[in-house]
């Protein structure tokens, strides 16, 4: 992160900061710094908690409420030879411990720091690291107010995740909300990955996105040790929904069943569904093609099996 002058904020909108009860504490302390009542305030949490959203946001607001100069940079700013705290009235500064690095430009950061604090110049600082590291290089510790953004649980989770989609425009189900939530690893920056990749996956799409194509489309978001794989799901919901004479005797019945629902309804990367399956990517087309043509031909036997196999991965995807 850049220096930047919010004396004319600037920047796409991002929606509000979602309040939480993991962050609640942090976002009051950031209010209060914006409007005046504490002078020097800290914040620390996991990566990707949002505690840079939260800086931006008590930027805007502390140059609304106290029509000062605020700067919004990075520690690794504050570390550059010849930088200057002279100019901006309010200080953001994120990035705080991990960002200040060693040696000479931790002690600048210090030097910097101790600065504003002998001035009395408002400073706001966010650090990944724990409070007991902060405090080894932030001047006059007991003149900083602190507050912690802790893990979110998965339903404050899925707040966060319903944030993103309103600052994204995106409308996503409630059972895809819950699934996203499940598959996604916990990090606000992964969340907002998968809701861009879901957005361009329902450009030009009137009907919302469904469950399964939700976790096709987020396939290699999806971290490969967490024992996730949509296509074992597929197949063996395939085999469940087929009665054990249809097993026995059909193959090719069972492959283009599989082949359709990982290719068309959950959009899983055609290399990916004949690798799993055993096949080169040319016979994976002819299987998907006479897939299709039995749906074109109202094969009763294939949707009424496509049907209920769709419903037996929702329930897998339930309990993921």
Known sequence: MTKQELSKPSGRDRGAFEVLPCNRGAHDLSMDFAHGHERFGVISGPHGCGKSHLLRETAVEAHKELGASVGLISASDVTRPGYGFSSPDILVVDDLGEGAGSGRSKKRLEVELERRVRSGKPTFCAATVAFKAISNFLPFPRKWKKAEIKEPTDSEREGILRSICRAERLELPEEVVKTVVRLIPRDGRALLGAVKRLKFACKNKSEPISQIRAAGVLDPLISKGSGFDLR??????VSLSLDSQLRRNDDEFQYQLS????????WLA??????YLGFTPGETFRILRDARTRLQCNDAIFSRKLDSTIRLICKRLDDV
């Open 232 to 237: 074992d799901i597929v197949v063996d919901c």
């Open 259 to 266: 082949t359709y629902v990982m290719r068309d309804e959950a």
């Open 270 to 275: 055609e290399s990916s569904v004949a690798e």
